[in-house]
């Protein structure tokens, strides 16, 4: 595989072991020559349908990808615009991070690490550590100390090493890319991630072609899954696969929007807010590390961003299971609502195609699994060393 990675802002590139983050301070991204690249034909059905522009790793034995793109004509009224919704929730573990887990955990395999970690409470502590197994590496979760038990059983059934953390959570996410230690970490926006992630959009704009549609909307994070929609577009336009660049619009929740207040403010980059509860607790991210680079996707392809309640949110949420039948979690739902809102204000006719991607399942099940669910509750001021300790 390529192992060149290189900063979208100023040029740089490096080898991909090297680092996560540019000197400059931006996240990197792998390089790919995309020249040559045509559609498939038939055949494969998940995110390796696209071998030519992904890394050449190991593949683990569970194919994320493939998820329906379906076309929503009957809350048309309800978004204001002719909806299609990527169904992520159809993925193994129930969400997009699966596409990234592939990667990294594939990549992880192939390069002989023994681990894998990851920074999450969510969907990505659940997806690392089901990848993991599949791969037969040992797996490092690291969750809030506060983290919901109920949570933590749902990431405890693949069996992975949890650490509660106490203290400055939003630490973990910089000391675990930058710390010495033999785990190889796949947190939100890491370029082996983001190389997974973006074959969301490969899917979309293949289901359209030879059109494409007018917008892609996204609930948005750490703004890694954003990165890759961005990297995807840049890549077919670079084939000439496609002909025009759908706008990328970001969807957050209104209490917690670091993107957004950035766009509305003009501002050049995006800076971490003081931020309120939300139900789209899987967005709610006050600190983006990849913040910047969605605000640069946005202004790129000539897109916006939208903020909205959690009114909103649970309205869309609602709609979309009693009308489509599809149930998703709220920060999916997120980008539904913000779909209706661009809608009201003008910026989306009756006639425009958008694309909305549901990022998670709604159907979380709960249940006595019988597994004993084992943490170790850690300080975030002795992260290294416990990293020291666990890969001996």
Request: glycine share 8%; hydrophobic share 35%; proline share 5%.
């Amino acid at each position: 595989m390529n192992n060149q990675i290189h900063c979208y802002s100023c040029g740089n590139h490096y080898e991909l072991a090297e680092r996560t983050h540019c000197t400059c301070g931006e996240t990197l991204w792998l390089d790919i020559d995309s020249s040559g690249f045509e559609w498939p034909s038939g055949g494969i059905d998940n995110i390796w349908r696209y071998a030519d522009v992904l890394p050449t790793i190991d593949h683990i034995g569970v194919n994320p990808g493939g998820t329906p793109l379906v076309r929503s004509k009957q809350v048309d009224e309800f978004a204001g615009c002719c909806l299609s919704l990527k169904v992520e929730g159809c993925n193994p573990t129930g969400s997009f991070k699966d596409r990234g887990s592939a990667i990294g955990v594939g990549y992880a395999a192939s390069a002989g690490y023994d681990w894998v970690g990851t920074v999450s409470h969510g969907n990505m502590a659940l997806s690392t550590s089901a990848y993991a197994a599949a791969a037969d590496l040992n797996c490092a979760v690291f969750v809030p100390a506060e983290t919901p038990p109920e949570r933590l059983e749902l990431i405890s059934r693949h069996d992975p090493n949890i650490y509660r953390v106490e203290g400055d959570y939003s630490r973990l996410y910089t000391d675990t890319l930058s710390l010495e230690t033999n785990i190889c970490f796949v947190n939100s926006d890491t370029p082996l991630r983001v190389a997974g992630q973006k074959t969301t959009a490969y899917e979309i704009l293949e289901s359209f072609a030879p059109s494409v549609p007018d917008a892609i909307v996204l609930p948005t994070s750490s703004g890694g899954h954003v990165s890759g929609v961005w990297k995807a577009l840049c890549e077919l336009e670079d084939a000439d696969v496609i002909d025009e660049v759908p706008q990328i619009y970001v969807a957050q929740a209104a209490s917690c929007d670091p993107i957004v207040s950035a766009y509305r403010k003009t501002q050049e980059t995006v800076t971490a807010i003081d931020p309120d509860e939300t139900i789209a607790v899987s967005i709610a991210n006050s600190n983006p590390p990849s913040g910047t680079r969605a605000l640069t996707a946005v202004r790129d392809t000539n897109g916006g961003a939208v903020a909205v309640t959690d009114d909103e949110t649970r309205t869309a949420m609602d709609k979309l299971a009693t009308v489509t039948g599809i149930s998703v979690e709220p920060s999916s739902a997120v980008a539904v609502a913000g779909i209706r809102k661009l809608s009201r204000e003008g910026i989306f006719a009756s006639d425009d195609e958008v694309a909305a991607i549901l990022t998670g399942t709604g159907y979380t099940e709960r249940f006595d699994s019988g597994r004993d669910v084992e943490s170790d509750l850690i300080d975030v001021s002795t992260l290294e060393s416990k990293l020291e300790q666990i890969t001996k």
